[in-house]
């Protein structure tokens, strides 16, 4: 069974809880059938206190084997570098020794949401706490382990970013670790890895209609784009959570709001009110990833004068007032 | 003879805690409560967008997280005098119930039960029908109540995109209009949660255990058929564990109210239970204050404040302090606060029996949030089916960049207030005063010890005995939320 140790420190739990919304009709089934075994969770272990010390010094003396640490929230590496904005509860060590010695002897280390790729909200403003994650530091390489830390199973961090992360990534992840198929080069530039990182939000948007005529959202629960008004980044953020919805058929885009590129590095300091589109003469300044500017205001400019009027009185409703025309589809 | 324990990590207690126990003649005879964590959310708030809440406050807890939305949704809905309309309301009520019913769930299969697997009850009659059914990763219930669990929050996933973290809560309303269609198939997963509720938990009709009044009905009930279903399980080993009368609380009881209707009433009413007068008194928000003496915070304070006017400053040497958590009080005095706190507050005839006869207790307040998943489901059918589609489930609104506000809500854990203030069009202050800062504070100015740190007071421990297993169970009857409690 591929091992699997499971510690939280600059978070919220929320990708523990997220992951509990597996799309399975028995999770710990799910689990051991992939070859998967938990040592040692927060929220679904049993043991408690002496036991998990226990658990942890057999880990680092290498008396159980540690297929992979993973790591759910920031590294609290404050005040001034002690670490004591975390110490570990009944250890008097603080957290940041206890992931640097177990990252040393895990063959595998997978940071488990945004907190712990790149320090994410935690690290939000001043960043008091001095939270970053396990080999980033918003998008700078380095973070608690150092820019050059290599696990012992040859992989660099696997930053399984996302705010929180879909089940599904994390479990994918973990399956394809335990089979032994996740190599190098299955992860991106940002150690993501790229079977839901190589794709965009945008992706299975269902406003694509909207988006395609620049028919735009004007107030939250409006049914229209959300990119020219409302703050939305689905164009530019990396992941399939219109592909791969949330808890059934959800996403934040069918949920009526924008997206926060929550698996990009620096989300939480985007410059600008997240509700709002921030722009440079009318023109949003994030654009669609990939596409020239010029052509964006060209096919902007285009699409806004061809918007039918049934797209564009949709577009600032919370439902369907103008149905689509009926069309013959057969050849006269 | 006194010994002093250190016992900690705690799982199962979402974030990090560490209790340190005095023992003196084989009982616990002082606890200190330490949350082991600071992360500062209130500091990084001060400088934003005032909507810029709504990103970061469900961030604080990963699974409260919607409430931490709705008190936040409220704050702002309070500074901008704008209120959702009805269709707002019940939306935002059923995503509330989502969360706190899955909670509850969650609590009592995931964190609460396993403990009565282990070994050190292996004699008990009931032992072998718990690790059946609710040993952690392995018990048949457990494991179906995740499944279960997983099914539910799709509700979620319609009405607010995603869960945790939603933003579809905002302070008109809801972003997510539901149509006819999609409300026939949230009552679906309604009625099919329900159907697990009566199988596997109760064993019997909701309205049956709803109806339930008195603790000499629930006995008969409980005597009638005592394995089936988990509730009866629960309440055969707590007889015979007594746990009626393990983990007291202060006698305090406080709720903000919960399940709020766009006229502004509420499902459950706010209030708080005074025990020793019997008496139902009002809500004073005004008489709110906390106490950082004993926290790693404001070393320069010298007296506790409201938290319209409180203020978060880390300081990791601050002497005496023995956690990041500041001690709230209500008019000074120490309260408790959560399903029993709101239960007894709206007057819920069975738990006020309950909680009349032996005190606040691990039994009554894990038999509140039994109960509570009861009463709501029915509530949560009502809600969706007074959704009319078509009309508006958020109202516009602007937000004065000048004022004050508060925004209050329950919590699965118990009452969660966001005060707010708003200068230049920018977040001033922000303070948070969570449940679980509520019943677990430390000590205060005085030295009064916090609800956990009193419940844990007489607790026998067995010579070389590191990790108490009653202590487990009170500390887990609180259904502490840690990460919340060190926002």
Redesign the interface.
């Known amino acids: 069974m591929f091992k699997v140790l499971w510690l939280q420190s600059g978070g919220c739990g929320g990708c523990s809880m997220s992951l509990l919304c597996a799309d399975t009709a028995d999770f710990p089934a799910m689990l051991r059938h992939g070859g998967i075994e938990l040592l040692w969770h927060p929220s679904l272990s049993l043991a408690s206190g002496e036991e998990l010390m226990t658990l942890l010094d057999d880990c680092l003396a290498g008396r159980i084997a540690l297929d992979a640490l993973c790591i759910e929230g920031a590294l609290l590496r404050g005040p001034n570098g002690s670490g004591r904005f975390h110490v570990m509860a009944g250890t008097g060590v603080p957290m940041i020794s206890w992931v640097r010695r177990l990252a040393g002897v895990a063959r595998h280390v997978v940071a488990v949401g945004s907190c712990a790729a790149w320090g994410g909200i935690s690290a939000a403003g001043a960043n008091a706490t001095e939270a970053c994650g396990l080999q980033y530091e918003d998008e700078r390489k380095g973070g608690l382990l150092g820019a050059g830390f290599v696990a012992r199973g040859g992989l660099p961090v696997i930053n399984v970013a996302g705010c929180p992360t879909h089940p599904g990534w994390v479990v994918d992840t973990l399956m394809a670790l335990a089979a032994g198929t996740l190599r190098a080069e299955d992860l991106d530039a940002l150690q993501r890895p790229r079977f839901y990182a190589d794709q965009l939000v945008h992706h299975g948007c269902t406003r694509n209609e909207y988006y395609e005529f620049k028919a735009s959202a004007e107030k939250p629960s409006d049914l229209g784009c959300m990119m020219e008004h409302m703050g939305c980044k689905g164009t530019q953020a990396h992941a399939d959570c219109n592909s791969r919805p949330w808890n059934g058929e959800g996403s934040c885009t069918r949920g009526g709001y924008a997206c926060i590129s929550c698996t990009e590095p620096g989300f939480q300091d985007p410059g600008h009110a997240f509700h709002m589109t921030p722009k440079l003469a009318g023109i949003p300044i994030g654009l669609p990833t990939d596409m020239p500017k010029a052509w964006f205001v060209a096919l902007a400019s285009l699409s806004k004068s061809a918007t039918p009027k049934r797209v564009k009185l949709n577009a600032t409703a919370d439902h369907v007032v103008v149905t689509p025309a009926i069309r013959r589809t057969r050849l006269k | 003879m006194t010994t002093r324990l250190?016992?900690?990590?705690?799982?199962?207690v979402?974030?990090?805690?560490?209790v340190r126990l005095t023992v003196e003649d084989g009982r616990v005879a002082q606890a200190h409560v330490?949350a082991?964590?600071?992360?500062?959310f209130e500091?990084?708030l001060?400088?934003?967008?005032p909507?810029?809440a709504?990103?970061?406050v469900p961030?604080?807890?990963?699974?409260c997280?919607v409430s931490q939305s709705v008190a936040a949704a409220r704050a702002l809905a309070d500074l901008a005098q704008v209120a959702p309309p009805p269709n707002g309301a019940h939306t935002i009520n059923l995503m509330l119930a989502c969360e706190n019913l899955a909670d509850h769930l969650?609590h009592f299969y995931?964190?609460f039960m396993?403990?009565f697997?282990?070994p050190v009850y292996a004699a008990r009659p009931w032992h072998a029908t718990v690790v059946e059914r609710m040993?952690?990763?392995?018990g048949s219930h457990a494991?179906a109540a995740?499944?279960a669990?997983?099914r539910w929050?799709?509700i979620?996933?319609?009405?607010?995109?995603?869960?945790?973290?939603?933003?579809?809560v905002?302070p008109?309303?809801?972003?997510?209009?539901i149509?006819a269609s999609e409300r026939l198939r949230l009552l679906a997963k309604l009625r099919e949660f329900r159907a697990f509720l009566e199988d596997t938990t109760f064993g019997a009709p909701l309205d049956e255990v709803a109806a339930l009044a008195s603790e000499a009905e629930l006995d008969a009930w409980h005597a009638r058929d005592p394995q089936r279903g988990d509730l009866r399980l629960f309440l055969s080993l707590s007889a015979d564990l007594g746990l009626r009368t393990l983990g007291p609380g202060p006698g305090r009881y406080l709720s903000y109210g919960a399940y709020r209707d766009a006229a502004g009433g509420h499902a459950l009413a706010p209030g708080l239970w005074d025990a020793q007068a019997g008496a139902l008194l009002p809500l004073d928000l005004g008489a709110i204050s906390e106490d950082a003496t004993h926290a790693w915070l404001n070393r320069s304070e010298t007296r506790p404040r409201h938290p319209a006017v409180g203020q978060t400053e880390?300081d990791?040497d601050k002497p005496g302090a023995y956690t990041w958590n500041k001690a709230p009080r209500l008019a000074g005095q120490v309260v408790e606060t959560g399903a029993l706190a709101r239960q007894m507050v709206a007057g819920q005839a069975l738990l006020r029996d309950v909680a009349g006869r032996h005190g606040a207790s691990v039994h009554s307040r894990v038999l509140a949030r039994l109960i509570e998943l009861a009463c709501v489901v029915p509530w949560m059918e009502a809600w969706l089916l007074a959704l009319r589609?078509?009309e508006?489930?958020?109202a516009?609104f602007t937000v004065p960049a000048e004022g004050r506000a508060v925004g209050l809500t329950e919590a699965a854990r118990g009452a969660l207030g966001h005060w707010l203030a708003v200068h230049g069009g920018r977040i001033a202050n922000y303070q948070i005063v969570a449940p679980t800062s509520w019943n677990f504070s430390p000590r205060d100015a005085a030295g009064t010890p916090g609800a956990l740190e009193a419940a844990l007071v007489g607790i026998e421990v067995a010579p070389g005995d590191?990790?108490p297993v009653a202590v487990?169970h009170v500390v887990r009857s609180f259904d502490p939320c840690m990460?919340c409690t060190v926002h």
């Open positions: 250190i016992v900690g990590p705690f799982n199962r979402e974030g990090d805690l560490e330490n082991p964590m600071y992360r500062g500091p990084m001060g400088g934003r967008d909507q810029d709504l990103v970061f961030r604080i807890c990963g699974i997280s969650t995931l964190f396993p403990d697997a282990r040993a952690a990763m392995s494991r995740i499944a669990r997983q929050f799709t979620l996933g319609t009405l607010g995109g995603k869960w945790p973290h939603t933003q579809s905002g008109g309303g809801s972003s997510r209009a149509d880390p990791a589609p078509g508006p489930f958020h516009a590191k990790s487990q990460v």
